[in-house]
């Protein structure tokens, strides 16, 4: 599909052309999945198939899941299937794109032998939040005591059919389990193929692990904000179109806020905050630019873009650091989108 390449295109340009944001080095990834509402319709309840709830009628769902860097705020990679497959299988699919300068952050849903082994194997780190209650390698390093530990995780019965689907041998993975302490007094347990304890202290990694935020935060854009769910058309096709498309916009706007990026920083220097440019803006304003930019000469197409960066630096936000906030779980609303989020159309 054209919006999979032109995706594919854009973010090989923003790693070349601009200088993107590390850690220690690192692409800073992190992936995840949500399901998706589709349309009513039969073929795509025949491709998609359906969710069955404990109330009401059954409901048209896709299984999203993408590959994000959290740093630069770029989908580098994204799907959209069938809700039968899993996110550790999606999480697989996406290891195409991984290489020797990026680090996976993983939630606790995606800890497993064969996904670790794959993503060791694509020459990429890992690191991941692990259950405390699973492993007995884990439970052991928990009731030590120990800060961290170089442990070699065996390969389970369910993980030797997997590797062997991914051609992977099943010789035990050495890697690192690290205790982070909570403000709660509770400690949660991440696992690790950075091993070396003098270029990697235990005491960067519960910031690092928790850097993987904001590709939750990218679900909330693209379900409130670009509106991922409100398909143009009932067709197969149409889903896979409209979802990659949106996809490719959001990253759009991404790349042409990464390319005024010095210019906020020289605009708001001295300020009491730093600040960032406001996304919901950005993405209103590709809403009106963005079939036109595919249709200019290149003079005129330089032209818009410079005009679109200059609008960009005139709405900011404040980054206010350290704020912390208890989630509030209220019942959930009936309505399709949320009035609580802006969108763009």
């Known amino acids: 599909m054209a919006f999979i390449e032109l995706n594919d295109y854009l973010v090989r340009l923003s790693q070349m052309r601009f200088a993107p944001n590390r850690w220690n080095g690192f692409f ?11 349309p009513t319709a039969k073929p795509v309840v025949e491709h998609f198939g359906q969710w069955h709830g404990r109330q009401g009628d059954p409901c048209p769902k896709a299984r999203v899941s993408q590959l994000y860097d959290v740093l630069n705020h770029i989908t580098v990679a994204s799907s959209i299937t069938s809700k039968c497959i899993g996110e550790r299988e999606l999480a697989a699919a996406h290891c195409a794109h991984l290489g020797p300068e990026d680090l996976l952050l993983l939630d606790r849903g995606y800890e497993s032998f064969w996904l670790f082994k794959l993503i060791v194997a694509s020459n990429a780190n890992v690191c991941a939040r692990v259950s405390c209650n699973k492993l007995k390698v884990v439970k052991a390093f928990l009731q030590s005591g120990e800060p961290d530990r170089i442990v070699k995780l065996s390969c389970t019965p369910n993980s030797a059919r997997k590797c062997a689907e991914f051609e992977l041998d099943k010789k035990p993975l050495k ?10 007094g509770e400690s949660e347990v991440l ?5 070396d304890r003098g270029k990697y202290p235990v005491e960067i990694f519960g910031d690092l692990y928790h850097q993987r935020w904001p590709v939750e935060e990218d679900y909330k854009v693209m379900k409130s904000r670009i509106q991922i769910e409100n398909f143009s058309g009932k067709t197969v096709h149409s889903v896979y179109q409209d ?23 020289t605009i708001t220097s001295g300020r009491l905050y730093s600040y960032k440019a406001n996304v919901t803006n950005v993405l209103a304003m590709l809403r009106h630019h963005i079939v036109v930019l595919f249709n200019r000469m290149q003079d005129l197409l330089c032209e818009n ?13 404040e980054i206010r650091p350290s704020r912390s906030e208890p989630r509030a779980f209220k019942k959930k609303s009936r309505r399709k989108f949320s009035t609580a989020y802006k969108p763009i159309s």
């Open 191 to 195: 696992i690790t193929s950075l091993t």
């Open 175 to 184: 890697l690192r389990l690290i205790r982070v302490d909570l403000p709660t």
């Open 305 to 317: 873009v410079s005009k679109i960066q200059n609008l960009i630096v005139r709405v900011l936000n």
């Open 243 to 265: 979802f990659y498309a949106k996809v490719f916009t959001k990253n759009f706007a991404a790349v042409l806020i990464q390319s005024v990026s010095n210019r906020i920083k």
């Open 28 to 38: 800073l990834l992190a992936t995840d999945g949500t399901l998706c509402t589709l």
